[in-house]
């Protein structure tokens, strides 16, 4: 389900921010566009840096009571 999350607010560059930055920067920017209760999801993210897309759009999942998420990533940088 492409469309399953959407990004509500367009915050700064992420690429220019801090970790602690990025997931600050992140809070609130996403909505659930379908109901996740009980669902075991996959979260695909083309690249991950410090993880703190993907760990906001998990927390929102989960806080809507998704039974569980796991992450998949096409590269993941250090």
Same mark, same amino acid.
């Given at each position: ?20 930055? !990025?997931?600050?920067?992140?809070? &609130? +920017? ?8 009980? $669902? ?18 998990? !927390?929102?999942?989960?806080?809507? &009571? +998704? ?8 590269? $993941?940088?250090?």
């Amino acid at each position: 389900y492409r469309e399953a999350v959407k990004r509500v607010r367009q915050g700064a560059v992420q690429h220019s921010l801090s970790a602690s930055a !990025r997931r600050k920067n992140l809070r &609130g +920017a996403f909505r659930l566009e379908m109901p996740v209760r009980g $669902r075991h999801i996959l979260l695909i993210d083309d690249v991950v840096t410090t993880g703190s897309t993907v760990a906001e759009i998990s !927390r929102i999942l989960l806080a809507q &009571g +998704a039974a569980s998420v796991h992450i998949g990533c096409l590269c $993941r940088t250090l």
